[in-house]
RNA sequence: GCCGAGGUAACAUAGCGGCUAUGUGGGGGCCUGCAGAGCCUCAAACGGGAGUUCAAAUCUCCCCCUCGGCCCCA
């Protein structure tokens, strides 16, 4: 099975075919770090995730870099607001979008680059451009000279003279041409800086990812991943000052998620409305939340909204049942059986590729999961259970577990011993209520541990107990 | 204005030339003391209009609407 990617640069669905044998380079635009990670920054982080997993799995070894950005305005803004180092503040939040991408399962990507610890890197990176003709200084500001790229709007499709018409672009005296960006900017007052040829200043937003992309990739990468809205410019802009400096193409396939949407706008930090990670999860699983984020295309926009959420948490539990229960069921499997199912779970781990290798469609491979779990429960009811089918499906849960981390690793409660044996003495009341048909009793003992958030269920294999 | 992505049953999402999809919700049935879980079953769809085709939700054209980008942003 061959996997196929949508790429942003060519606009169509091709063939995924790595540059190099050896390894497959992966960069993904990472946060601004002067605060809390929110919604948007969690579907990025984990549509991400699980397109690096696919990848390996397709058994590629992938290195896989995001980037922070600790020297952009909003930063510098927050660090003079609260009298703070800069790099105190960064530090504090680069820490928290750890936390943060952790609780929610994310796994963890093999460099972290910071901007401010390769400010050497972006300054050769930026006179080297100058040298070649391709930047320019002007009054201490370092601009790239647009003129001088033919492919201008590869990526985004647009034509520099479009952008200049319907562009709010501000006259600047000091850029021979509008579309002119930024590489080097001069500090302002009260602004951190670092020193350079040109000026006391920093960095302008997009040569740092330029610069650190090829430092731990190469030149020539595979994959870079962001949100929509980085297309123009600053994905655009990257392609352009990268290829100025290596003369090679730069990435191979661009890949762009949706936006997190709130009612009917994006959710970003600027319309304030924002949902925090940590606030989500105050509320709901993070395994919810995850299944809530793969339940769509990552190309596709999402709607945030509770109600989405708690159908979520009841769609999952569908599945999570299926597991319980196949899991339950493995004590009175019978280890002399052998039947069908374990046909049907090999075939419902193919069908799960199947519909990753299609521009990573986790949505159909959570349908497959559906049907596949239908199949499942029909023979759970089935008289006699092989051990070995048994197996052979919590083995295809484990595989999906290992691709998506949407499931619970067991419906037990707490793991502690106390508790299970009070929970038994509950149970045996009831049975024995129930014994001499004093319901009344016996589902006042189920209420009121429903009320605590315990379940009761009577099922066929005798009384089961979880923490909901 | 210019570029990009979309509009699928009550809702949320897949599909993207012939097989009517997945989940939630709703109706009916089975199982159960009742619940829960599960099974069976029913209702319900492709923004509008032309066209291509034996056949279109899927292709082409036109129109309408939504979101995103063109200052910062995953």
Known sequence: MTLMVQNTLSGKLEEFVPVREDQVGM??????????????????????????????????????????????????????????????????????YHKDMSALGVRKADVYPVASHHMGDIIDAIQKLIDKGMAYESGGDVYFRVAKVKNYGVLSKQKLEDMQAGARIDIDEKKENPMDFTLWKVKKENEPFWSSPWSEGRPGWHIEC???SMKYLGETFDLHGGGTELVFPHHENEILQSEALS?????????????????????????????????????????????????????????????????????????????????????????????GLVGIAEQAIKNFDKAMDNDFNSRDAIASMFDFAKEVNKYLESTSISKNSIEAILRSFDEFDDRLTIFRESSGGLDNELVDDLMQVLIDIRKDARASKNFELSDKIRDKLKELGITIEDTADGVKWKMS
């Open 27 to 96: 960069y993904v635009c990472g946060i601004n770090t002067y605060d809390d990670s929110h919604m948007g920054h969690a579907k990025a982080a984990v549509t991400f995730d699980i397109i690096r997993r696919h990848v390996e799995k397709k058994g590629y070894n992938v290195k896989y870099v995001i980037n922070f950005t600790d020297i952009e305005d909003h930063c510098i803004e927050r660090a003079i607001k609260l009298d703070w180092p800069l790099d105190k503040l960064t530090d504090k939040y680069i820490a928290e």
């Open 247 to 339: 003369s090679k193409p730069f990435v191979k396939y661009w890949l762009h998620g949706g936006l997190m949407n709130v009612g009917s706008e994006k959710m970003s930090k600027s319309l304030n409305n924002f949902f925090t990670i940590k606030d989500v999860l105050k509320e709901f699983d993070p395994l919810v939340v995850r299944f809530f984020l793969l339940n769509t295309h990552y190309k596709k926009p999402i709607d945030f909204n509770d109600t989405a959420l708690e159908e979520a948490k009841r769609s999952l539990s569908r599945l999570q049942n299926t597991l319980d229960n196949t899991r339950n069921a493995l004590a009175k499997a019978d280890d002399t059986i052998t039947d």
């Open 210 to 212: 330029s610069v650190m």
